[in-house]
């Protein structure tokens, strides 16, 4: 199984602020990563897939890059709504596997 | 995509059955692949099963195989997971979600969820 993990677990942050959020696999899953966000007592939200696609109705304050074990996703400006929990999830070998998010707070 | 209902959920003794549906409208179903993911109360995300858009190729994650099936009745626009010999740790929020117009194995529609509880 691929282990996910990301950091870091929390981070603080201000509307304005620009971040960057870390995943990292226990092996290659090239470029098959995918990044959510969900927000509390709501369902997971598609941001980005294939590493770096993001998805047409995602803000352009959305940007994934990375490949291999190594994988990022940057917000340019933060904004109130992106106050969240985000997670990345490799598709490239079953079981599909998740990481264990990252808390985005003030 | 469309919309995503789910239905089924509630509280189930362990060892009972529990069948999920996903009702899906506002998008051709049959062309997409479906998933079943969950999380745990105050937990993390879980992938569950997979079921590709013509039924043939079904997935699912160890902990739950030989228990869980997952199936789809295009006929009906439904997709459905039976769950059966339900342990306290199957407890969770179970998401019914697409697969993506261009890849099968991550998750692009969710919908809102339904709450298995597994307590005796």
């Known amino acids: 199984e691929v282990v996910m993990t990301q950091s870091p677990a929390t981070l603080s942050a201000s509307p304005g602020d620009r971040v960057t959020l870390s995943c990292r696999a226990s092996?290659?899953?090239?470029?098959?990563l995918a990044w959510y966000r969900q927000k509390p007592g709501l369902p997971p939200r598609l941001l980005v897939y294939?590493?770096?696609t993001r998805v047409p109705v995602i803000p352009a304050r959305f940007s994934g890059s990375g490949s291999g074990t190594e994988f990022a996703l940057t917000i340019s400006s933060l904004q109130s709504e992106d106050f969240a929990v985000y997670y990345c999830q490799q598709y490239d070998k079953w079981p599909f596997t998740f990481g264990p998010g990252t808390k985005v707070d003030f | 995509q469309g919309l995503l209902v789910e239905s089924g959920g509630g509280v189930v003794q362990p060892g009972r059955s529990l069948s999920l549906s996903c009702a899906a409208s506002?998008?051709?179903?049959?062309?997409?692949?479906m998933h079943w993911v969950r999380q745990a109360p105050g937990k993390g995300l879980e992938w569950v099963a997979f079921i590709s858009h013509d039924g043939i190729e079904k997935l699912s994650t160890d902990s739950v195989k030989g228990r869980f099936t997952i199936s789809r009745d295009d006929s009906k626009n439904t997709l459905h997971l039976q769950m059966n010999s339900l342990r306290p740790e199957d407890t969770a929020v179970y998401y019914c979600a697409t697969g993506g117009d261009y890849g099968d194995y991550y998750f692009d529609s969710w919908g809102q969820g339904t709450l298995v509880t597994v307590s005796s």
């Open positions: 294939d590493a770096s």
């Open positions: 092996q290659s899953v090239s470029n098959n």
């Open positions: 506002g998008f051709s179903f049959s062309d997409y692949a």
